[in-house]
């Protein structure tokens, strides 16, 4: 039945971008507008929340349970596993918005700052960590948590409303069934969204190296050739294709990243680390409740907000998937190796990107703002055509592209095909294959309805009511937890009070045998 509901609600959605594209247009922008307007505060309370959240769970008395059976070791190593989480989560995003990122708020700051000036090139780094840090992955940790929880703990099935009906309030149960299909719908959007970002930047790497026209028609070729291919990887299984690729891309994109730090300014990007690390864990908190009631700016909703949205709607899929590989590994484990491990990675790739960019632009006058600003598609290739090897370094980085494509599209086909057949972890072939067609038409239909910003917007409309479920599932995940450790401490002391009972019934037999 989730299958048939989700799939005709998104079928819907892109038969109007394909019919109608300009009314799908202005019918998202109007909703955008009402969304950010009325609750851009809620989308900075609730992630600033799941950011606490994790801190506490993972340094709490709580971090020793494990996720599974108390003898259970992890399916993956850990190795393979970081890889996997890591191209699912923000793969493609990364290598897009890398270079872009930074020249964009460098370009255009937060209020209060002046265009092209210091300050507003150390806040232009310092948000790049900020949107690409602590929060997106405290949103997926949560969610994964959930999940993992009460499917390996409590043998429940790898559904949103597993985790809800543990609550014990009647109209949460009763409407649990609607929250999963709020999650298929979340999440078909925010990959779309992801799809059509790296379409539109595999679009710009061929036309750097192979001079391929860029246009909304090439994307959506690149759209449709790419999900032959991930729908393919999919078919394959988790043990295959998706744990391949992922490996194989995490090392290619180490390989860039290295190149970038070696060939460009190797002791600015170490400095840009250093600088902004600082002001990134002191500025937290403010950047993080930061609206603009005082001025008439939409820059924090472009940005923050939008960022906030893309992630949620990225946390069903995302928290389903890192779920399904992290059986047999503990709460703390589980936190710190979502969490805090590709936060740092992350951070690293921004201060090599996006200090390399910033240092070319001030000090080299390399006109990297004005190609972001004509298309953010290009930035990384006109980075690189100022840089040596930059024509190699630009088919590796379009090849990337591809491959984290790939795999982002493989993991949701997985995962969308999990929660739409009531939690099966091997969901059917042909199932895997209506989602794969499906999430590529959704890519589709934007793109052709409004480009890539019709993508993003359709991303913040359809991640709003998942943010209520979201804040549902980290009560239920909680409240089950501390039931969970309450009963195995009472079954620790049972254990104790039975071994002393023992030890002393042996004290007295042998005291009985005494001449």
């Known amino acids: 039945m989730q299958l048939f509901v989700s799939a005709g609600l998104i079928g819907l959605v892109v038969l109007w971008g394909l019919l109608s594209p300009a009314t799908l247009d202005a019918a998202v922008n109007g909703a955008l507008a009402v ?5 851009g505060w809620l989308y900075l309370w609730v992630v600033l929340g799941l950011v606490l959240l994790v801190v506490v769970l993972a340094f709490s ?47 255009t700051p937060p209020p209060g700052l002046v265009t092209g000036t210091p300050e507003a090139a150390n806040a232009a780094m310092r948000y790049a960590f900020f949107h690409w840090g602590l929060h997106p ?35 949460v149960q009763k409407a649990s069934p609607v929250f999963n299909v709020l999650a298929v719908v979340a999440t078909a959007f925010g990959v779309a969204a992801s799809l059509g970002m790296g379409a539109s930047q595999i679009n710009s790497g061929l036309n750097a190296v192979f001079g391929v026209p ?47 730090l070696l060939l460009g300014p190797t002791v600015a990007v170490i400095d840009t680390f250093t600088t902004t690390l600082g002001a990134y864990l002191s500025e937290l908190v403010r950047m993080s409740l930061r609206t603009t009631p005082f001025r008439e700016s939409s820059w924090v909703g472009d940005w923050t907000i939008f960022y906030w949205a893309w992630w949620i709607s990225w946390s069903p899929f995302v928290g389903l998937f890192i779920a399904r590989v992290s059986r047999g590994r503990t709460i703390r484990e589980f936190l710190l ?23 070319m632009e001030i000090f080299d006058h390399v006109p990297l703002a004005a190609a972001v600003k004509a298309d953010v598609s290009t930035a990384i290739f006109a980075m690189f055509d100022a840089m040596p090897f930059g024509a190699v370094m630009s088919v590796v980085a379009t090849v990337l592209v ?30 895997k294959l209506v989602w794969g067609v499906l999430v590529a038409a959704i890519a589709l239909s934007l793109m052709l309805a409004g480009g890539l910003r019709a993508v993003q917007t359709a991303t913040i409309i359809f991640a709003l009511p998942f943010t209520a479920v979201l804040v549902l599932l980290a009560v239920s995940v909680v409240r089950a937890i501390g039931d969970d450790w309450r009963e195995e401490r009472r079954r620790e002391r049972a254990l104790r009070r039975r071994m002393q009972e023992l030890m002393r019934d042996g004290v007295r037999g042998v005291d009985n045998r005494a001449p």
């Open 337 to 359: 190796g979502t969490v805090l491990a590709p936060t740092l990675v992350g951070f690293a790739w921004f201060a090599i990107f996006g200090g390399t960019a910033l240092h």
């Open 35 to 39: 969304i950010t307007r009325n609750f």
């Open 61 to 107: 008395r709580y971090g020793d349970l494990k996720l599974g059976d108390e003898d259970e070791e992890p399916q993956f190593s850990t190795t393979a596993w970081f890889s996997m989480l890591f191209a699912a989560g923000m793969g493609i995003g990364l290598v897009f918005w890398g270079v872009a990122e930074p020249l964009s708020h460098y370009g």
């Open 214 to 260: 860029i246009g909304r028609w090439s994307q959506a070729a690149i759209i449709v050739v790419t999900a032959v291919l991930f729908i393919g990887s999919a078919l394959s299984g988790v043990d295959r294709g998706i744990k391949w690729l992922s490996s194989a891309n995490l090392v290619l994109a180490g390989l860039l990243a290295l190149a970038v």
């Open 402 to 431: 591809v491959v984290f494509f790939v795999t982002s599209g493989d993991s949701a086909t997985l995962v969308l095909g999990m929660m739409s057949t009531g939690g099966n972890p091997n969901p059917p072939a042909r199932v």
């Open 137 to 171: 992955w405290a949103i997926y940790g949560v969610v994964g948590l959930a999940m993992a929880f009460f499917q390996f703990r409590r043998g429940g099935t790898s559904l949103v409303s597993t985790a809800t009906e543990a609550l014990p309030w009647r109209i």
